[in-house]
């Protein structure tokens, strides 16, 4: 991070686009669990619900330590 001279750096907050980007990313992880879901169920293909069904937990976690702030 970058500061000029003279200036107070103790109360600056640094900029983060990852925060941003992880949602995106999740959200998008949410979109391709549900099509692993109507995949395996279209194809009869039980591993791809079970998969789609454990990232469809796992976002729902990530998204309950975001908003909850549980972490």
Do not use: C, H
């Not at 991070?1 to 995106?24: A, K």
């Not at 549900?34 to 395996?40: C, E, K, L, Q």
């Amino acid at each position: 991070m970058r500061y000029r001279e003279g200036q107070d750096v103790n109360g600056l907050q640094p900029e983060s686009l990852t925060d941003g980007v992880s949602d995106i990313t999740v959200a998008y992880t949410l979109i391709m669990a549900f099509i692993f879901i109507a995949m395996g169920r279209y194809g009869k293909q039980q591993w791809l619900v079970f998969w789609g069904i454990m990232t469809v937990i796992a976002v729902m976690i990530y998204y309950a330590v975001s908003w909850f702030d549980l972490l």
